[in-house]
């Protein structure tokens, strides 16, 4: 038995057949997680939802900004976008089943055996790990509840970007969301940056990757993410394993297995424009 961590797929159905060959995924006896964004940009958005709705209890994935905005698009409060090759997925026949099962998927996994957080983009700087539980289960409640469409039409902006344990109603929701889907750098008082996703050594000495701010947390536990592709040749501290390594950019898919702590990579086969 193994259990298997994957960067974001974003449509590169083909690339994450061929790593699971590598290593020879057996569904029966492994585990597979995967760190969010199945779709967009890539041309096999809907193969990639399928494949890992279909796997069922062998695997788990969280949500990433872009399936939350898949799910937007699908509820009309968005438009489609060109250059995010959905258009398959709201003309097939199980559409509406697999959008039940997309906003069913949790923003956050905790694995105490091992130690672990996964999450899309990472862990709140101001979070601890009762807090990060807390705050990921709020938002999936509503999302799992008729409600959801007010939820996902109002998780759009940048306000606030700093946790205050008082925030309510929409500012938290938002904020929450944002940090587990859309976080990378921040100011060196914990607010979080949208602006700039440049590699760590190009960044305005301003800003700060959120995994380098001082958050007892990231010490204490393994963190797994994605959402970065930027962070491709940085080095993270040891405990904390950024997967998303551009596939779609024409980089690679990377797959962390997680025993023997061991990366598995396949090259892009095509490459796709942002």
Request: with cysteine.
């Given at each position: 038995m193994a259990t298997y961590f994957v960067g974001d797929l974003q449509g590169c159905f083909d690339e994450l057949q061929l790593l699971l060959e590598k290593v020879q995924f057996n569904p029966n006896k492994d585990r597979l997680y995967l760190v969010g964004d199945l779709v967009a940009r890539g041309d096999k958005s809907l193969a990639c939802l399928r494949f890992v709705k279909n796997l069922g209890a062998s695997a788990q994935t969280v949500l990433g900004n872009h399936d939350l905005h898949l799910l937007a698009t699908y509820a009309g409060l968005k438009k489609i976008k060109a250059c995010d090759h959905v258009e398959e997925i709201f003309q097939a026949e199980d559409c509406a089943e697999l959008m039940d099962w997309l906003r069913k998927q949790p923003l956050c996994v905790h694995l105490p055996e091992q130690n672990i957080l996964m999450s899309h983009a990472g862990i709140s700087p101001d979070w601890d790990l009762a807090t990060t539980k807390n705050c990921a289960q709020e938002v999936e409640q509503i999302l799992?509840?008729?409600?959801?469409?007010?939820?996902?039409?109002?998780?759009?902006?940048?306000?606030?970007?700093?946790?205050?344990?008082?925030?309510?109603?929409?500012?938290?929701?938002?904020?929450?969301?944002?940090?587990?889907?859309?976080?990378?750098?921040?100011?060196?008082?914990?607010?979080?940056?949208?602006?700039?996703?440049?590699?760590?050594?190009?960044?305005?000495?301003?800003?700060?990757?959120?995994?380098?701010?001082?958050?007892?947390?990231?010490?204490?536990?393994?963190?797994?993410?994605?959402?970065?592709?930027?962070?491709?040749?940085?080095?993270?501290?040891?405990?904390?394993?950024?997967?998303?390594?551009?596939?779609?950019?024409?980089?690679?898919?990377?797959?962390?297995?997680?025993?023997?702590?061991?990366?598995?990579?396949?090259?892009?086969i095509k490459t796709y424009q942002d």
């Open positions: 799992t509840s008729p409600n959801y469409v007010a939820l996902l039409q109002s998780m759009y902006g940048e306000e606030p970007n700093r946790w205050q344990a008082d925030l309510k109603g929409e500012e938290r929701l938002r904020y929450i969301i944002n940090a587990f889907t859309r976080m990378r750098f921040c100011y060196r008082n914990h607010a979080l940056d949208f602006a700039c996703k440049l590699p760590v050594n190009q960044a305005p000495s301003t800003l700060v990757p959120w995994f380098d701010l001082n958050n007892p947390l990231y010490q204490e536990v393994n963190i797994i993410f994605g959402h970065w592709a930027s962070l491709i040749h940085c080095t993270t501290p040891k405990n904390i394993y950024a997967l998303d390594t551009g596939c779609v950019w024409g980089n690679y898919l990377s797959l962390l297995r997680w025993e023997d702590k061991k990366i598995f990579t396949q090259q892009a």
